[in-house]
């Protein structure tokens, strides 16, 4: 599981479609049956997400922070 969070959240992603992503995709490495990932809005802020793998041979979670979007300054 440690992999798997520590791949998540050097993915840089900005959504939690993304976040998904890529834990399914660090998971598919890890082990070959199939895991069910759902990712949750933590209600206390905007910026994380609580992403829980539920399967055969893996439970638990952990917190992702979303990276920024960049802003853009218009001239």
């Given amino acids: 599981m440690a ?4 791949e998540t959240r ?5 959504t939690a ?13 890890v082990i070959s049956a199939p895991q069910r990932v759902e990712v949750w ?3 206390r802020t905007s910026h994380d ?3 829980h793998v539920y399967g055969p041979d ?4 952990f917190t992702v ?3 920024p979007c960049g ?3 218009l001239h």
């Fill in 3 to 6: 992999l798997v969070e520590a």
């Fill in 71 to 73: 802003r853009r300054t």
């Fill in 65 to 67: 922070r979303l990276q």
């Fill in 58 to 61: 893996l439970f638990g979670g």
């Fill in 41 to 43: 809005c933590d209600t």
């Fill in 17 to 29: 479609r993304q976040v998904k992503d890529a834990a399914q995709t660090s998971l598919s490495r």
């Fill in 10 to 14: 050097n993915s840089a992603a900005r």
């Fill in 49 to 51: 997400l609580r992403v």
